[in-house]
């Protein structure tokens, strides 16, 4: 398989941001349904993670942008069918993550803040609206973890295969 070209710097560095707030978000809010904390850190944690999110999506905008702005074929994709996936995995990845943050802002039933700077919200005020996107978020959230766990066995698959993705996307 071709790899594709070097990715630009702001590319690499969209994708590493990415990477950390999307799995801290993930791990933090699954750990929660799963192990017992304080209700005071489980607050504290949900209010940084509305925060860092909604600070996240202007950068995860910009990164979706370049990400297909640029043909596949200036990346060096072909036709190969592993490489077909895996470009329809890499969207999808994009797309469930455009779901958890626009759900997420959608199933918020209380006033937000932003690093206690900025309040807004709630976006919908019926209930079940409230419920249905947090139902979405839910179930999104499990699918984009899905997939980061794919994502990361593909990239050590290469690595292993002596084809090393990850050099591309280091600084």
């Known amino acids: 398989m071709q790899l594709p070209q070097d990715y630009s710097r702001l590319q690499v560095g969209l994708h590493w941001l990415s990477a950390i ?8 809010g699954s ?14 944690v949900t209010h940084f993670n509305v925060s860092l999110t909604m600070l996240f999506i202007p950068f995860f905008i910009l990164r979706a942008y370049l990400a297909f702005s640029t043909s596949s074929s200036a990346r060096g994709c072909g036709p190969n069918f592993m490489e077909h996936l895996a ?25 937000a803040d932003f690093f206690g700077f900025l309040y807004f919200g709630p976006v919908l005020t019926q209930p079940t609206l409230h419920e249905w996107f947090g139902d979405l978020h839910i179930w999104s ?18 690595q292993i295969s002596g084809n090393s993705v990850i050099k591309r996307m280091w600084p």
């Open 21 to 28: 707030i999307i799995l801290w978000a993930l791990v933090s």
């Open 31 to 44: 750990l929660f349904r799963i192990v017992e904390v304080s209700a005071e850190l489980k607050e504290s």
């Open 87 to 111: 470009r329809i995995a890499h969207c999808a990845i994009y797309v469930l993550t455009t779901v958890v943050l626009i759900s997420g802002v959608l199933m918020m039933k209380d006033r």
């Open 141 to 158: 959230c499990v699918a984009l973890a899905a997939l980061v766990v794919l994502h990361i066995v593909a990239v050590i698959r290469h």
